[in-house]
């Protein structure tokens, strides 16, 4: 656990990192994204066409391109200069995708009510102040509009979680500990670099969304579908224990 650390620390080492991060990603984003964040968040996005979405914290922009060739006007932003050219390395010209470095902590530059949709896939636990992202978000949305998130699930992914294993390495269950802590923690993502990640409690989200103005219209925790199971069959596990959780939220 971590004091003192804040946005700028956060953004210099997703800079760091953004390269071996992209290097992970295909047009599908990683396996996780393939296997249980695609799906829900496409499916709670609906029909995008003409829609003007915000991708916030877009990374190597693999979401943006996808709703961009489904017929979306793209926004996308990451405070990472980094992630940003490599975002637009990998954009073809013919998709207009909107790419601009900015902190979605802070998005004055971009005017109230300009998006339809708003969505933010795995960054949110990645900021310092999430509060004043969620003012943003709801500033930035038209009213009615929709915030979808996705974050790693608060519950089990904690500052200390595992698997408790036998000795013969076999998984008896998954330990959770420090849930009521909140604050920033170090995960190993590569060999050497660790990304600071900011952990709140569920009852912190639920209820900063709620003060903020949102309208919670659902939760979901991702689980493996029938047919992507038969294509990586190693997900079974995961119906044991849910790792993300998806809001869907209305202005
Ligand atoms: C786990 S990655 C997810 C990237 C992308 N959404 C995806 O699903 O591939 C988190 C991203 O959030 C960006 N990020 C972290 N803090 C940010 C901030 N304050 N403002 C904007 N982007 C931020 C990082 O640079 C990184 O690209």
């Known amino acids: 656990m971590l004091q003192n650390v804040g ?21 599908q984003g990683d396996l ?3 296997v249980f964040l695609n799906p829900t968040i496409l499916s709670l996005l609906g029909n995008v066409r003409n829609k003007k979405i915000l991708d916030a914290g877009c990374g190597e922009g693999y979401l943006s391109r996808i709703l ?5 006007r793209v926004t996308a932003v990451d405070y990472s200069p980094r992630m940003i050219e490599i975002a637009k390395e990998r954009t073809p010209k013919e998709l207009l995708i909107d790419y601009r470095q900015s902190n979605c902590e802070d998005l004055n530059n971009f005017k109230d009510k300009s998006y339809d949709l708003i969505v ?8 310092t102040n999430y509060e004043k992202a969620f003012q943003e978000m709801y500033r930035l949305l038209v009213n009615g509009g929709s915030f ?6 608060p519950c089990f992914i904690t500052p200390e979680c595992g698997w408790e294993r036998n000795d013969s390495g076999e998984k008896l269950h998954w330990n959770v ?7 920033a923690y170090e995960q190993g993502l590569g060999d050497k670099q660790k990304m600071l990640i900011f952990h709140r409690t569920l009852t912190s989200y639920i209820n900063t969304l709620i003060h903020t ?11 493996p579908s029938e047919e992507i ?4 069959p190693s997900f079974e596990e995961d119906f044991r224990c849910a790792d993300f959780m998806v809001f869907e939220l209305k202005k």
Do not use: C
């Open 120 to 127: 933010s896939n795995m960054v949110i636990q990645d900021l």
């Open 213 to 223: 103005g949102f309208v919670l219209k659902s939760l979901v925790e991702p689980k």
């Open 68 to 72: 961009s060739k489904s017929g979306a």
């Open 177 to 183: 500990d420090k849930y009521f802590y909140e604050g």
């Open 32 to 34: 996780h994204k393939e």
């Open 148 to 153: 979808i998130f996705s974050i790693l699930h």
């Open 229 to 232: 199971l038969k294509k990586y």
């Open 7 to 27: 946005t700028e620390e956060a953004i210099k080492r997703w800079d760091t990192f953004a390269d071996t991060y992209s290097k992970n990603h295909s047009e």
